[in-house]
């Protein structure tokens, strides 16, 4: 080989050295130099938040990344997307989209990508007039289906990274399992690169480690605060954990917080939730300075797990419309035990209950009247459906109708002639 042959390998070798150190340094924290530490940065701002403990929580697409088992759990098509700016000129993003089916369990494609540069190209003895980038990115279809209270996952996936020119790609596997005995319990396991990639970039072989994750997820309140933990064990790196807490203090608002100890850094989190749209943002407080990451995610369908339609927002039960009808809509994965509708009025008064075993029918129907056959006063009422599925979990969601009567209409005065005189105006009253 010449010399300009020489240099130009030498070039090559202290590049990939120097990107992978870069990459390390951005992206895996603690991982001493173990390739692959784009793999195990994150795949949305909640499980961020949350310090990656996620193993045993897996209750959405993003989360999932983690434990394809977790895509069983997935109520309606989800789709996630997540942008990160890691420093030294370092960008991440992530993005999956969820689809289950009724018969064949739920199908995923995720996709990972992760670019630096522009940095400067030296040899051992001299700098270069030359730069040099790096970009990495992995594709994966995974699939998982639910086995009564377990669930199992698996996601095929190929792995690219180029290099100052250099490249190469990797096929490998990663394996889930997750189990629920009880609504207020999750445990996970899974395997990332259970078959490992291999990439040849220049002449050397590179096989990305095993990393086996194990987590419990606790929820209590109804889902109203959860607190997880992970155990993770990666190889040629010491054992990791991982802690996170969270809380809806409101429907619509999470916080967060997580300790990631691989990367021993803290972080911080919210989301908020409108309907089909979840975005969610966490602070991430690392040793190369804070990080600020953003997620949003769309649900289709049902996302909250049940829905609550109305025929018409205003109805009269004294007059042509005395009746408002509401369509019950469901997305729950497995037996429903119960359900219910209950009526309040403005004053969180309950003025009416409609309950019964099993699935709920797809409508119910109010005719204005309180729970003794009287109608009701005008005014502004809730409607909640909830229904509990047979683990415990529940599940509701809300819609209001306004009800009015003849009363409001019939105020305008009445002249009434009554044998060519005229009486008094008479205002009526018709309920």
Not at 28 to 51: K, M, T
Not at 93 to 109: K, Q, R, V
Not at 273 to 292: C, I, K, M, P
Not at 342 to 371: Q, Y
């Amino acid at each position: 080989m010449n010399t300009f042959g020489s240099t130009l390998t030498l070039q090559r070798l202290l590049a990939t050295a120097a990107c992978l150190a870069l990459a390390g340094a951005a992206t895996a924290g603690h991982d001493g130099g173990v390739a692959g530490g784009y793999l195990r940065f994150g795949a949305s701002a909640r499980s961020l938040g949350l310090g990656n403990a996620v193993g045993g929580l897996v209750d959405d697409a993003a989360t999932s990344y983690w434990n394809p088992a977790g895509y069983a759990s997935l109520r309606t098509m989800e789709l996630t997307a997540m942008g990160a700016s890691l420093g030294m000129d370092t960008h991440y993003g992530f993005m999956t989209l969820g689809l289950p089916t009724e018969h064949w369990g739920t199908f995923a494609l995720s996709g990972t990508y992760t670019s630096s540069g522009e940095f400067e190209s030296a040899t051992l003895y001299e700098d270069l007039d030359t730069t040099f980038s790096q970009r990495e990115s992995i594709h994966s279809f995974a699939w998982a289906r639910p086995l009564g209270r377990l669930s199992l996952g698996l996601a095929v996936k190929n792995v690219r990274q180029s290099i100052a020119g250099a490249s190469g790609s990797g096929t490998g596997l990663d394996l889930g399992a997750h189990y629920r005995p009880h609504q207020a319990l999750g445990l996970g396991v899974s395997v990332q690169n259970a078959l490992a990639p291999k990439l040849t970039l220049i002449e050397a072989e590179e096989e990305l480690p095993h990393s086996l994750r194990a987590g419990i997820a606790l929820n209590f309140f109804q889902g109203r605060l959860e607190m997880t933990a992970d155990l993770v064990r990666t190889r040629w790196m010491d054992p990791g954990y991982h802690f996170g807490l969270e809380t809806w203090p409101h429907r619509q608002v999470a916080l967060r917080a997580g300790y990631d100890g691989e990367r021993e850094q803290w972080a911080t989190g919210a989301g908020f939730r409108w309907e089909n749209w979840q975005f969610d943002y966490a602070y991430v407080n690392t040793d190369l300075g804070s990080q600020n990451v953003v997620s949003a995610t769309l649900r289709f369908g049902v996302p909250y797990g049940v829905k609550l339609d109305r025929d018409r927002a205003l109805f009269s039960p004294s007059g042509s419309d005395r009746t408002v009808t509401f369509g019950v809509r469901t997305a729950v994965r497995g037996a429903i035990d119960r359900w219910q509708v209950v009526i309040r009025d403005s004053e969180d008064r309950e003025v009416r209950r409609l309950e019964g075993s099993g699935a709920p029918p797809a409508e119910v129907t109010w005719n204005g009247e309180d729970t003794d056959g009287r109608l009701v006063d005008d005014g502004v009422y809730t409607a909640r459906v909830q229904i509990v599925d047979a683990l415990g979990q529940v599940w509701d969601y809300q819609s209001q109708v306004e009800v009015m009567g003849f009363r409001e209409r019939t105020r305008t005065p009445i002249r009434l002639e009554i044998g060519g005189s005229a009486a008094g105006a008479a205002e009526g009253s018709l309920r």
